[in-house]
Structures are given as C-alpha cells and as structure tokens.
C-alpha cells in the first residue's frame, strides 16, 4: 500500500476546524497560563491526531461517494490498513487528551467523529445527526476542551453567558461552512444510497436552510459586536456577507444543477484555504503571547 494513498486519506489540508474551535476555546478563557502550556499542546495535538483518524475512516466509508465524484479519487487502502491507520492515530490522540486534563472532551469529540463514518451505524446516513455529529466533534468539544484543561487546575468549571454565545455563533458559521461542503456532494451521495440531511431536504431547502442558518449567525454575531466581543471573531464576522453570498448565487444558479456543483466545490476550496490561514493566525497570535509572558 503506497504511503501517499494514506497521507491522502489523511486530509491533513482538512483539520482546521477542529484547530480553530480549540484555539477559539483557548482564547475566550482570557487566560495564559504559564503553567500548564504543555496540557493545551499535548489535548490540542490529541485532537488534531483524533480528527485525521476520523477523516481516515470517513475516506475509507465514502469510497462508493468518492466514485461519483469528478473532483476526488477514491481511497485506495484497504480495510486493514484503514483500521490500523485510524488505531495508530486515535489511541495516541485519547491517551494526550487524557493526558491534558481533557478526558471528557477528548472521548466525545472521538466517539462523534468516529461513528460519524463507522460501517453499520454511519451517522453520515442519518437525517439531521450528520450535522449534530460533525458539530460536536469538530466543534464544541474541541472549543470546551481548553475550559476542562482549566477546570482541572481550579476543581471547578465555569461557563460564562458570553461564552456560550461565543460557541453558539462558532457552531452555526462553521456548521454553514461545513454545509457548502455536504451540497457540492449532494448528487453524488444521493447516487450512492447516503440519505444524509441534504439529500433528504433537497437542494433547493439545504440551500435556504445554510442561508439561514448564516442569518441566525449574523443576528449573534452582531450581538457580540455590541457587546464588544474579542477581536479574534471579527475575521470570522466579516465572512459572513460572502456566506451569504454564496448560498444566494446558489439559490439563484439551482435549476442547473452541474453550476450550482461547481460553484460550491470552488467555494469549498477557498473555505478550506481560508480556514487554514484563520488557523495559522489564531496560533500565532497565541503563541506570541505566550512569549511575551514568558520573560
């Protein structure tokens, strides 16, 4: 089995929602500990290591979708390499998260993004839980993971009003986000039988429902906005006019259908970029903070 078919299984250009969900958890603490740093890397890494074992798998489960599909070849490594890949990465991804301080969140975001692609239940199939496992294992367990790091020290947790706020407007942009992705797939998983959320609504609702979605999104984002909410959500308030764009050209372009794909493969490229920059920022930014506060 040729090692690029595996690193391709890995989607490494695909892991910046669970990098950004944690780095945004870490930043609302309003803390920087000294002491400890080495429990947000290790739980941080563990997830990330947790997240490619999922998308290892979920590339294995969606061999009959990749098919289908003109932008993307189908997995080529067999079923003992997939589970010996996604072993090798997911029980060194649990052991730093428990590790960390982050048990809980580290099994949750885990056990979502596993049976997210796991043959014989495949929540990827189920109406309305493919959103629900996606949101908790790419989102808010890896955005409370750095609060049950600090509940750890303290023998206490606290979640402000703000904070849940904060994550209910991280969960719905990133949810419209990972939405594009699911539409550009949505023909080719109706043609292999994956009854998920878009293929059972339609094109035409999935479509209102991101919009949508991007306007409830809005309405908080500009609620933080008043209430003056750390800057680091504003690169990802300023997205959200080209969401709306997005899926506005898209209701408008739906009778055909080969531009509306093509359309949101293109849009989902650039998320992927842009997100993997917003990733890059949010990790230099704590990072220079922390050597600051180290001197």
Not at 117 to 126: C, D, H, N
Not at 147 to 152: H, P
Not at 219 to 229: E, P, S, T
Not at 264 to 270: K, M
Request: glycine fraction near 8%; aromatic fraction near 10%; proline fraction near 5%.
């Amino acid at each position: 089995m040729p090692k690029s078919a595996v690193i391709k299984a890995m989607r490494l250009s695909e892991q910046p929602t669970i990098v950004v969900s944690f780095l945004y958890g870490f930043l609302d603490l309003g803390v920087f500990p000294k002491v400890g740093t080495i429990q947000y890397l290790s739980v941080g890494l563990g997830l990330v290591l947790i997240s490619i074992g999922s998308f290892v798998l979920n590339e294995f489960s969606d061999k009959a979708t990749d098919t289908l599909r003109a932008d993307r070849q189908p997995s080529k490594i067999s079923r003992k390499t997939t589970l010996l890949t996604v072993l090798s990465l997911v029980i060194p991804g649990m052991l730093l998260g428990i590790y960390g301080g982050a048990p809980l969140c580290a099994s949750g975001a885990c056990a979502f993004g596993i049976l997210y692609s796991l043959p014989g239940i495949y929540l990827k199939k189920r109406v309305f839980l493919d959103l629900v496992a996606l949101g908790f294992s790419f989102v808010v367990f890896p955005y409370l993971a750095p609060r049950e790091i600090l509940a750890s020290h303290l023998q206490t947790i606290h979640v402000p009003p703000i904070a849940l706020l904060n994550l209910a407007f991280l969960i719905l942009f990133l949810s419209v986000c990972n939405l594009i992705a699911m539409i550009r797939d949505i023909d080719a998983d109706a043609q292999a039988g994956i009854r998920n959320t878009t293929v059972r609504i339609g094109l035409e609702n999935s479509l209102r429902l991101g919009l949508s979605l991007t306007v409830v999104a809005y309405i908080i984002g500009a609620i933080l906005v008043y209430q003056r909410a750390h800057w680091w959500y504003y690169p990802l308030f300023l997205c959200i006019p080209i969401v709306v764009g997005i899926y506005g050209i898209g209701l408008g372009a739906r009778p055909d259908r080969d531009k509306v794909n093509l359309y949101f493969s293109s849009s989902a490229r650039v998320g992927i970029a842009t997100g993997n920059m917003l990733a890059a920022l949010l990790l230099l930014v704590i990072l220079t903070v922390l050597a600051v506060l180290s001197y």
